[in-house]
């Protein structure tokens, strides 16, 4: 059970429901999670379990094939459109009815199916009720009207947003260093991808120290704010640049399938542009959000030396809060600049400990 889930990070719940499935395995499984759950690593290892003629060792020749996705009996389907369509749901349908080419099963793992939409009917039948030879597993990030039926004819298996503990221990199993395990793990939202993202990005580190440091130069001026303010905004976009990149071969690879189908567009090309939108957007946002954690990181350091002298400390506790309604209000607001322009504003400079001037005396700047 190790090995073969090994690929499947802080799942254990999800893993252990599939380790019992595989001994007595019904028709199709539904695996909803959110991205970067591992949800296609996990129904490649329960292929693997239903193909390996030893129950599932993660060391034969149908473990090793299964869990790179080149068993035979393994056939994973990936739209070519924005959406599921429905010569591909008819296409899913005429390899159901196939017989294994090797083995006791075939496996076939449907991706994205809470993309599902009008394709939904046309599989229904199918999924329901395909030869017993023939095992679904389904993967959705969360359950789509048009998925609901489908999902109701599935024995359903949750994978939740991975924990950071988790997801430091497997980047450290990974040679990932201590500190860059932890910051990438707190930074990723519970995305397993975004996590291996942040710890090869060597700018990770600098980045923090950027929004750690922005509280000390904060001097209560408005040209102070502007300038800090749109560092940290041109650094949060800065990171955006790999997403682009995987985003233009997204389409690229999409450009081709279409071409090789006859088509002379991009079937559903404007929905997969608004989904990169969105995408970019989400990614933005924790970015910013991971930096404010950072930044009130600097008071929390303050408001412990400042309690250890017996002064007050209400000031930093309020720039603490301030911080954390901002990254709370990312989500509703658009509009950045002022966010952070007013958060900033509104914050007390963090003079160096050994200055030690506390928040509220000798005439600080913080206004609640
Ligand atoms: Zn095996």
């Not at 930096?291 to 008071?299: D, E, H, I, K, S």
Request: charged residues 25%; contains cysteine; proline residues 6%.
């Amino acid at each position: 059970m190790g090995a073969l889930y090994a690929d499947v990070v802080g799942q254990d719940l999800a893993v252990a429901d599939l380790h019992a499935a595989a001994r007595a395995p019904v028709h199709a499984y539904l695996l909803v999670g959110p991205p970067g759950s591992g949800k296609r690593a996990a129904a490649r290892s329960f292929a693997a379990s239903l193909l390996c003629r030893h129950g599932g060792c993660g060391q034969c020749a149908d473990c090793r094939r299964a869990l790179a996705e080149t068993h035979p009996d393994l056939v994973v389907v990936e739209r070519a459109a924005a959406f599921i369509r429905v010569d591909e749901a008819r296409e899913i349908t005429r390899m159901a009815v196939r017989s294994p080419l090797e083995g006791r099963y075939q496996v076939l793992v449907l991706v994205d199916f809470h993309l599902v939409d009008k394709a939904a009917p046309a599989l229904l039948k199918t999924i329901e009720e395909p030869p017993p030879t023939t095992v679904f597993v389904i993967l959705a990030e969360h359950l789509a009207p048009a998925l609901v039926t489908i999902a109701s004819r599935c024995a359903r298996i949750d994978l939740l947003p991975v924990s950071a503990d988790a997801l430091a221990a497997q980047l450290r199993a990974e040679g990932v260093d201590e500190q860059t395990a932890r910051e990438a793990a707190a930074a990723s939202g519970g995305r397993m991808d975004r996590a291996r993202l942040l710890a090869s990005d060597p700018g990770i580190t600098a980045r923090l120290a950027r929004w750690r440091e922005a509280p000390r130069r904060l001097d209560g001026t408005g040209a102070a704010v502007a300038s800090v303010v749109d560092e940290l905004l041109a650094s949060a976009d800065a990171t955006l640049e790999p997403l682009r990149g995987r985003q233009v071969a997204e389409l690229e690879a999409l450009a081709s399938r279409a071409r090789m189908a006859g088509e002379r567009a991009i079937p559903g090309h404007s929905e997969v542009q608004a989904r990169h939108r969105r995408e970019l957007r989400r990614w933005r946002t924790d970015e910013l959000r991971f930096g404010l954690a950072a930044m009130a990181g600097t008071y929390r350091d303050r408001l412990v030396s400042t309690s250890a002298t017996g002064r007050p400390t209400a000031g930093w506790i309020e720039a603490i809060q301030a911080i954390q309604a901002a990254a709370a209000a990312l989500d509703r607001n658009p509009n950045e600049a002022l966010l952070l322009q007013g958060l900033a504003l509104g914050l007390p400079p963090a003079v160096p400990l050994e200055v030690g001037v506390p928040p509220g005396a000798g005439g600080a700047h913080f206004r609640a």
